[in-house]
């Protein structure tokens, strides 16, 4: 495929000097420096958690297209951004995701931006590990949740796991750090946990664990499968020694080092000890709505700025209206009798 022009996006990021500190910054205090760029709400997988079974995706008209996705990223990290990730659904599935990987690579070599990254489910991971280690990938996310075959296809509804497991060792192979994000569910992964952390260390990969979280109509009751990480530490910590760290990645995670393996478990634990306070993100989907708050259906909606004739001026100025708006914490509850907000997560941006 040919790689589109990207010269408008140029101007917006070669123009603007390297920032010394955050520009943006939301009425709480809070410096904004990490933007997940949804880039499809499509994805090849239905994990029974994320989507329905059958989902209803966004037709072509109402997505960014890659210059605009580019457009908007550039322009957020000429104010400060220096953390991109780019998310799904699944981004690997989005025609030209590489071209547009690579245009927005020019960041990175320009110093402006300090990270270009993906979460995947690693369906597709084995075809663009190389070039996405050529465009600058040093990390990624892959979600993954089990280790048993039967299991995965049951929670993907249909997933191959040795397709995933490929994908992670070729981009281990092309010199990428892989980073696994399993969701705990009570009802299916529980008592596997120790058996993927343990997997994923004698790979050299870290493991972060993560609530599940009330987003959008599901075909299950989210309250049977939600696991607290508290018990989970507690019940590792029975035969572990976990040894608090201060790494950090830019996201919302809390590691320990497991000395028994010597490597790092993260703990995502938006319900049972939320990180509101150091919120350093936000979330654009693919069709150009910015939500500051992944717990809040709060929406700012960029298309309509951008397909409106914007100037890059008036482009900051929505961005900056919408940063000031960024609620103090999210609204999740794993009881409540729907979900927090009615959004997917694969809308949202993972």
Not at 194 to 202: G, M
Request: charged share 25%.
């Amino acid at each position: 495929m040919t790689p589109y022009d990207d010269s408008a996006a140029q101007a917006v990021s070669t123009t603007a000097p390297r920032l010394s500190r955050p520009v943006l910054v939301d009425g709480f205090g809070r410096a904004v420096t990490y933007l997940r760029v949804s880039v499809t709400d499509r994805c090849d997988l239905r994990c029974r958690y994320c989507m329905a079974e059958r989902m209803t995706f966004l037709p072509k008209a109402e997505v960014l297209t890659l210059e605009e996705l580019d457009r908007l990223a550039s322009t957020f990290i000429s104010l400060g951004v220096r953390k991109l990730r780019l998310t799904g659904g699944e981004p690997l599935v989005r025609r030209g995701f590489m071209d547009l990987f690579a245009g927005l690579s020019r960041h990175l070599r320009s110093g402006a931006l300090d990270e270009l990254t993906l979460t995947t489910n690693g369906t597709r991971l084995e075809t663009h590990a190389h070039d996405l280690a050529r465009y600058g990938a040093r990390r990624i996310n892959v979600s993954l949740d089990t280790l048993k075959p039967d299991l995965f296809r049951e929670l993907t509804r249909g997933g191959d796991l040795a397709r995933v497991v490929a994908g992670i060792d070729a981009a281990l192979a092309a010199g990428v750090a892989v980073k696994i994000n399993t969701v705990a569910l009570k009802a299916d992964n529980a008592a596997e946990l120790p058996a993927l952390i343990q997997w994923a260390h004698a790979r050299g990969c870290d493991l972060t664990l993560i609530e599940t979280m009330p987003l959008g109509e599901v075909d299950e009751d989210r309250t049977d499968q939600f696991l607290s990480l508290k018990d989970v530490r507690r019940e590792l910590s029975s035969f572990w020694t976990l040894e608090d760290i201060q790494h950090a990645t830019g996201g919302p995670a809390r590691y320990v080092r497991v000395a028994e393996t010597g490597g790092r478990l993260g703990f995502i634990t938006p319900l049972s000890h939320n990180f509101c306070d150091t919120c350093n993100r936000v979330r654009l989907t693919c069709t150009g709505t910015l939500h500051t708050c992944l717990g809040r259906e709060d929406a700012s909606d960029l298309r309509a700025v951008l397909r409106g004739g914007a100037s890059d001026a008036e482009l900051r100025a929505a961005i900056f209206a919408a940063i000031g708006a960024k609620p103090q914490g999210h609204d999740f509850q794993i009881a409540a009798p729907r979900p927090a907000v009615a959004r997917h997560m694969s809308t949202t941006g993972g």
